[in-house]
């Protein structure tokens, strides 16, 4: 097929050793509550308690920082990318123009109104102190130590789409639309589609009729008569593609 799609979710990176994002380590406890991803990956909370939000972030996605591409993204290299990771896998493999969707762990952005202009710039992470957490993580987002609250085209923010936040160009959102609306083929791989862009995504494809497949162990079934459906893990695809 000449130009195939294809869109990745946390299936294909879980085989690298990062949990997927709803899993058991997924949740976080203030005081006596535990907090669900979403509600603890949000823009509010980031406001009202950055300390938590980024203590979250720093154990849940910063400590997979160091973790290596595997098979898949390394077969997924020179193909026509869009990834709802933030993990920079696909990066790591040697794709050159994937679009990450929901953003990058390795990079962070000014904190801005969103739609703004801002550039993105490399989070220092070798600099956290595992023995002073809060207040490295505080000094790299550059966030007063006094108020403990991010101040607006002052602080940082991780670059990482938060559930309350909507799709801007900064995450190459018209981009990404482009390419699902010029592909004449869509591949789905390890994604439940409980995210917008793969709703997006999805219908693209019905409205343009083109073949659809998709690479799940345990897959939705589409009301959509051009579906092909591959009932297995990521790596297992690859193998017979």
Not at 33 to 44: D, L, V
Not at 125 to 141: A, K, M
Not at 218 to 223: F, K, S
């Amino acid at each position: 097929m000449k130009n195939t799609l294809y869109i990745t979710g946390a299936g294909v990176s879980s085989e690298s050793g990062i949990p997927t994002f709803r899993g058991e380590d997924g949740f976080w406890t203030i005081g006596s509550k535990n907090y669900t991803p979403m509600e603890m990956a949000t823009r509010a909370m980031y406001e009202n308690n950055p300390v938590e939000f980024l203590s979250w972030y720093y154990h849940r996605f910063a400590t997979y920082r160091n973790h290596g591409p595997n098979e898949v993204h390394r077969w997924l290299s020179d193909k026509n990318l869009i990834t709802q990771n933030i993990d920079g896998l696909d990066g790591k493999a040697g794709n050159k123009d994937y679009i990450a969707i929901h953003g990058r762990l390795d990079q962070m952005t000014l904190y801005h109104q969103q739609g703004d202009d801002v550039s993105c710039i490399a989070t220092p992470w070798e600099d956290v102190d595992s023995d002073n957490l809060v207040t490295s993580l505080l000094e790299i987002f550059n966030i007063d130590q006094q108020t403990k609250r991010p101040k607006l085209n002052q602080s940082n923010k991780p670059y990482v789409l938060l559930f309350d936040e909507y799709y801007t160009d900064l995450y190459r959102i018209t981009e990404a639309q482009e390419r699902m609306m010029a592909a004449e083929k869509m591949v789905f791989i390890g994604t439940s589609f409980s995210v917008n862009i793969t709703q997006m995504a999805l219908r693209a494809g019905i409205n343009n009729r083109i073949p659809i497949e998709i690479v799940d162990p345990a897959p939705i079934e589409l009301p959509y008569e051009h579906v092909t459906y591959h009932k297995m893990k990521a790596s297992e695809y690859i193998q017979q593609a």
